[in-house]
């Protein structure tokens, strides 16, 4: 049962954006922290930002300023705004959910991302 559903990643051009999102089931979003995870070739997965069910928000000192986090409770889903992009932002980009700071219960599929110089 796919309970985390990502969309949105693509190839972009340094210095665009990207829009990702994650749909969750009503049951996750609404009790867990939700974050974005992101994984490049040879490389550890490292976390890049949450948000918590009340609003808080985290980031990963790599990509402050430039991705926003935000949830749409309406829609159970999450966003992950990217902007001025950057190569080394290219990667697997995994959804996540759970009660911790660095969310790891529930995962979604992953969407790559690829930044072109």
């Known amino acids: 049962q796919v309970q985390l559903v990502e969309s949105g990643g693509g190839l972009v051009q340094a210095g665009g954006s990207l829009r990702l999102s994650c749909a969750a089931s009503r049951s996750i979003f609404r009790s867990n922290t939700m974050g974005w995870y992101r994984q490049a070739p040879g490389n550890q997965r490292e976390l890049v930002a949450t948000?918590?069910?009340?609003?808080?928000?985290n980031y990963a000192d790599s990509v402050k300023g430039r991705f926003t986090i935000f949830r749409d409770n309406a829609r159970n889903t999450v966003y992950l705004q990217m902007d001025s992009l950057k190569p080394e932002d290219t990667g697997v980009y995994y959804c996540?959910?759970?009660?911790?700071?660095?969310?790891?219960?529930?995962w979604g599929q992953g969407t790559q991302v690829t930044v072109s110089s």
């Open positions: 948000i918590t069910s009340g609003g808080s928000t």
């Open positions: 996540a959910a759970g009660r911790s700071i660095r969310p790891n219960v529930y």
